[in-house]
């Protein structure tokens, strides 16, 4: 409970860092969908560049993310350290705990997610005047959604790793991974003559989902606020698609909870 | 209450840990395991309780499979060596977390197991805090506190005194009384001829069924 708690309030914390930080409209007026843009990646008015600066700031922006995996990544893996086989002699059915345990860091992702937003969006209410306008609503709920995905599927992807490699490495291991996903980013530039070659590459990247000034809006609220430099980047397809990966990792998870031997006793320092 | 082996082995990267072990254990009774440090005692105990899955044979308890119907044992305790509780919270504390686990029992069942084991259950100290033995004495009441059918207790009386010893015989003598199918695996003589019903020997992973002295 208690570190839920400081879960949230670095959620709210780190919700004004973003706003103070990233939400500075010209003018003193942003636009509730700007808003949000901007927070996925946007700078100002212009979609995320994927220049070196661009995505460094980006990389920025996806610190509440780290530190979300951080904090949850030890959830399922703490069973596997101190009295691991005490807690699983007491656990008959380890797909049910693991079912539980799942739907707290999907619980985690919902409110720690939800709060980063809200905190940005009062603290942008504090400083400027925010024009809310419909498709910021919608954009609003995406960002979140798709987000809230994205810290499940790598929350547990850190436990799951913990198990076999210990909490310190399963931690760089998919920090290392984001960054690695982030890195060829920075070639689409060399790629400005092939605009198919580009599209597909940003299409097959699942990081680039989390950048919503990429995708194009399909329907008539949310086509002005999306017009996407690439093609083929869809909301409802960044939707399906981060949801068919985060099953994934559940799933795999669900296997290797079920069969891990509980062979060493203390995980951390591998004492047998 | 049976709990069956049914030519059980176990490899772990090519080496054979468990050879083809077969046992039929009932409960009210104590079964005794000796064995040189090494010889697979504690990979029996974690191939029957279902903490670890075995290469092949089964395991099953009254006719559940285990890691097929069930993952481990339903009604289990169990102690083995080297493995600690959480080093930042009580005693009554650690024992409170593990019995929300399964949710059977409440604080006084709690407090009975501890002071079953000779702890007292206000102790304010922390786990880290704990000598040898008091970490002994907590693992045991973890062990029996939710009354389980099945306890199997690895070097049980290691690092306590004599009157610890002679505390944790006499609890484990109670909870055959009460039925608990007992596996026991000491170095201590004194331990094997005093409690067990059934002696086994395990030498590198072969078992072999010995008269109790």
Redesign the interface.
Known sequence: MKRTLLLLLAAAVLGIWLSWVYINPYGGQILLSQLVLQLSGARGEFPLSPYLSGLLEFTLRLVPAFLFQAFVGIRLYQHYC?????????????IRWYAGQTAVIGLQALAYQLLLMLAALVTALLRWQVVWDAAGFLLFALHTLLYTLWLIMTAVLVNLLAIFQGSSAAFAWVTGGQLALLAPLSLLPLLDDAPLTQSLLVCLNPICRLILSWHTGQTRLLAPALAAPYRGLYPIHSVVLLLVLCAAVLAVGAQII??H???V??MESG?? | MLLSANHITKK?RGKTILQDISLQLEGGNVYGFVGRNGSGKT?LF?AL?G???VSSGSVSIDGQVLRKD?????S???V?E??????DQTGME?LQY?AR??GLIGPDDIRTALVRVGLEPEDKRTYRKYSLGMKQRL?IA?AIMEKPDVIMLDEPTNGLDEDGVQLIRQLILEEKQRGALILLASHNKEDIRLLADHLFRIESGVISQEEVS
Do not use: E
């Not at chain 2, 069930?70 to 339903?74: C, D, F, G, I, Q």
């Open positions: 101190t009295a691991s086989v005490y807690v699983f002699s007491r656990i008959p059915n380890r079920r069969r031997d509980l062979i006793s203390d004492g047998k | 772990i990979m974690r309780s903490l670890m899955a069930v993952s481990v044992l339903p289990l305790g169990i083995l080297n493995v600690g509780l959480y080093p650690n593990l686990l399964r693992a973890q």
